[in-house]
């Protein structure tokens, strides 16, 4: 869009009839405009269509404060950013106001006075929305004069005096007036500090050294909370929680289909992963959600699915390098160094020490097993385990390209079964093709139908 054409002044402003609003009605306007239209007002937000974002958009409508409680990696700070879509995509300002304020409705003392001098000429300037979302980590170092304000001694050196408001350096939230303020990790914040944010929430106005300025502050106030700070690293003090008007609970994805499309999503993969393998890791990562070998307290991140995603990639990018195989595609082989790459992304309960990667190792396989037994229910693969026995063995790993890994079977039917499961056909790069048969020679290995021999990691021999 192109502001040029949009006011300049209160003046030409006010002629064209628009009125200021706050942002909560903003917002209120923006999602149900959304909803009527059948548009998704949360791209990008996978796996809470029917639990999360129900209670967020009811909140969202109440116009209420809220603070999204979950476990690590659940997505609640992406869905906080997503809340800058249904802000109006511009909106005016006093121009050099230092908060931001509306024209129409301006809120410091020296934005009234410029207002009542320049009348009709204040000039105007137009904010895209993303200039109105502003974000915070909490931590224990954060200050009130972080969040809130504090004198500036500068402007007290100009010969202000003290109780002049002018010599106030406003805070974090005071400068989002007319926007949203997000707090991640908020019980991390001192008690003390967490006090100073009551009167923004409830009063509206801010206290600063002393002295009180009634400013109509126009916020929303958004945070995160894991479950297990409100009584291990800190809490959110009671008086505050009570002042938040929803509290909602975030959760890891429910169902296989989008854990996998999250990872989809979100791993930027620099070779193909099929979605076979990518179903593996989403099995992997559920199995690790209900290991009681893995501290649950903390959780399992979705980032971890995430980051073992692109660990197979560059696996298979790095075989790519050395074979000369083009294009790089993963192959069951790649899991192998999910293991030992993300062990230290998790935390594993106390004497479970030494018996980190024996754990993995067991859910991923257990993962592929499942994968493979569900994409090729039905199948006979005797013909398969026939053919190696009779001595094709099939060697696999870091520096074999898929071109050997297929010479080594014969021609057999059911191999063509077993791509088209996996929607593999003849016409695509034998990597692919050799994925697929990977995929079903691992299964028979897991299911004790052929034996499995590694040297050194680097290479896996499936024989009789």
Do not use: C
Not at 61 to 83: I, M, P, S
Not at 227 to 249: C, H, M, Q, S, W
């Amino acid at each position: 869009m192109n502001t040029q054409s949009l006011p300049r002044t209160v003046g030409e402003l006010r002629a064209t009839g628009h009125q200021p609003k706050s942002v909560k009605a903003e917002i209120r306007d923006n999602l149900l405009a959304a909803l009527r239209a059948g548009r998704d007002p949360w791209p990008g937000i996978v796996g809470f269509g029917q639990t999360v974002l129900p209670q967020l958009e009811r909140a969202l409508l109440a116009g209420h404060d809220v603070v999204l409680l979950g476990e690590r990696g659940q997505g609640k700070t992406r869905l906080l950013r997503t809340l800058v879509g249904l802000l109006d995509e511009w909106t005016p300002v006093i121009a050099g106001s230092e908060l931001g304020e509306h024209p129409l409705d301006p809120i410091t003392p020296a934005s009234r006075a410029r207002a009542a001098e320049l009348g009709d000429d204040l000039p105007v300037e137009w904010r895209h929305r993303d200039e109105r979302y502003t974000e915070k980590l909490a931590t224990p170092d954060t200050s009130v004069g972080d969040l809130i304000g504090d004198v500036d001694p500068v402007r007290v050196a100009e010969g202000r005096t003290l109780g002049d408001p002018e010599t106030i350096h406003f805070g974090l939230v005071p400068r989002a007036h007319r926007g949203i303020v997000a707090i991640n990790e908020l019980p991390d914040l001192a008690e003390r500090i967490q006090v100073a944010l009551l009167n923004v929430m409830e009063e509206r106005d801010i206290q600063v050294r002393g002295y009180t300025l009634r400013l109509p502050l126009d916020v929303l106030l958004v945070a995160t909370a894991n479950p297990e700070d409100y009584t291990n690293r800190g809490r959110i003090i009671t008086p505050l929680k009570d002042r938040f008007g929803a509290e909602v609970r975030t959760h890891y994805p429910r169902s296989l289909a989008a854990e996998v499309d999250l990872v989809r999503q979100e791993a930027e993969l620099v070779a193909e992963v099929g979605d076979p393998l990518l179903e593996a890791l989403a099995r992997f990562v559920r199995g690790l959600r209900e290991s009681g070998a893995v501290d649950q307290r903390s959780g399992v991140s979705a980032r971890f699915a995430v980051a073992a995603a692109e660990t197979v990639a560059a696996a298979a990018l790095r075989r790519a390098a050395l074979t000369g195989e083009e294009p790089a595609v993963a192959r069951p082989i790649d899991l192998e160094a999910v293991p030992s790459v993300l062990r230290g992304k998790l935390e594993f309960e106390a004497g479970e020490e030494g018996r980190e990667t024996e754990h993995l190792t067991h859910l991923l396989r257990r993962a592929v097993a499942e994968t493979a037994r569900d994409r090729l229910a039905g199948l006979d693969l005797r013909p398969l385990a026939d053919a190696v026995a009779d001595g094709n063995l099939v060697a696999t790993g870091e520096r074999v390209p898929a071109s050997e890994v297929l010479a080594a079977l014969p021609e057999l039917p059911v191999l063509h079964e077993v791509a088209a499961r996996v929607g593999v056909t003849p016409a695509d790069p034998a990597g692919r093709i050799a994925a697929a048969v990977e995929l079903a020679l691992e299964y028979l290995y897991l299911t004790r139908k052929v034996a499995k021999e590694s040297e050194d990691g680097a290479e896996a021999v499936y024989g009789p």
